[in-house]
């Protein structure tokens, strides 16, 4: 212990020539800390903006715009625009996407496979569009329900000619006329409506920290590859031990990273969740570090890894933010992302905040299976 703690002061000592790491560290829970001063959540719970083109003679457009109109405005809202409005404010960023009506909209609605009723228009970047989407298409079941119910109805023999008219009256008669998007709690009592803007940038914070966590511990990986050479660490690893030494450089660069990883997730949780309510995701992140403290120590052993992890760190950065599920989750787009995605260290911390318990043992586990590889021995053979 005590030659442990002897190193975890050289490593300290040391840190001071590297301050343009410290200060990136530092920058970390400024960085979310300057991300909710200048968006409080209050100004992210805007409404999702689309256009919708509907046929001037249809006979079904009063009924659906009735039910989309009825949609909850501080969630979603429909304006009536024609094609080229459309497409003029989707590419704009003003509206999220839009919807245009098929030319034969009105003979297909009532159809039981009506085919293609609408050609939605949104841009490739955009995430939100699936939710007006779903909308969109309830209004528009909304108003087919008492076609398909009659259809039904006729097919079974359970009703004929003018009882066909009277069971589309009843279903007509029967629909809501409110399309709320409240949120209900497993034991049915209703819960506070979700900001899906302070969700995103919650989201956003989040990864920036699993990134940054996973970049720094690589750059530490490289430096425990690269110092094995110098004098210094030769002299003083014949005193303390190798791993001791290699430990107690790692610890002086994670603890304090890790302090302020803690430090930056505790804003966030603050700006875009109201208060800590996520204290599972504090252990979570404690692993994570565990975990990435690991892994540094395992790959600063291979001899060499710093050429290869010079070689990977100027596109890791990239990678993260498309395939770890931080804005989007790319494994359920694009399938063979998948086990790519859930390799990348960043992914499994995102998973653990989410509420999978699973991954939060993981890291834990992972962690401490990682430090026992970093302190085994390795033994050289003579020939």
Known sequence: MKSFSACLLIGLARMRRKPGRLLGAILLPLAVLLIGLLLPPDSLNTALEAGVCLPADSAYAEPLWERLNASDPSYVIFHPATETEIYEQVAAGKWVCGFVADPEFDTRLTQTRPGRLAEVVQTPAETMAPLLREAFCAALY???????????????????????????????????????????????????????????????????????????????????????????????????????????????????????????????????????????????????????????????????????????????????????????????????AAPISRLLPPSWLLRALQGATLDGVCLWGFGLAFLLAGAFPIRRHSP
């Open 142 to 336: 909304h108003v087919r329900a008492p076609y398909l119910a009659a259809d039904y109805a006729a097919q079974n023999d359970l009703a004929r000619g003018a009882e066909l008219e009277a069971v589309q009256e009843t279903v007509r008669a029967g629909s809501p006329h409110a399309m709320q998007l409240d949120t209900v709690t497993v034991d049915g009592t209703a819960g506070q409506a979700p900001n899906l803007g302070a969700a995103t940038a919650r989201a956003a914070c989040q990864g920036l920290i699993a990134v940054f966590l996973f970049l720094f511990a690589l750059l530490l990986a490289s430096e425990l590859d690269s110092v094995r050479e110098d004098g210094w660490f030769v002299r003083l690893s014949a005193v303390s031990g190798p791993f001791a030494l290699r430990a107690g450089l790692a610890a002086a660069q994670m603890l304090p990273l890790t302090a302020l990883a803690v430090l930056a997730y505790a804003l966030s949780e603050i700006f875009f969740a109201g208060k800590l309510q996520n204290l599972t995701g504090f252990a979570a992140l404690l692993g994570y570090a565990l975990w990435l403290t690991g892994l540094a120590l395992v790959l600063g052993r291979i001899r060499g890894v710093r050429h290869v992890l010079a070689a990977l760190l100027p596109f890791l950065p990239a990678a993260c933010l498309l395939l770890c599920p931080i804005f989007f989750d790319a494994a359920r787009l694009f399938a063979p």
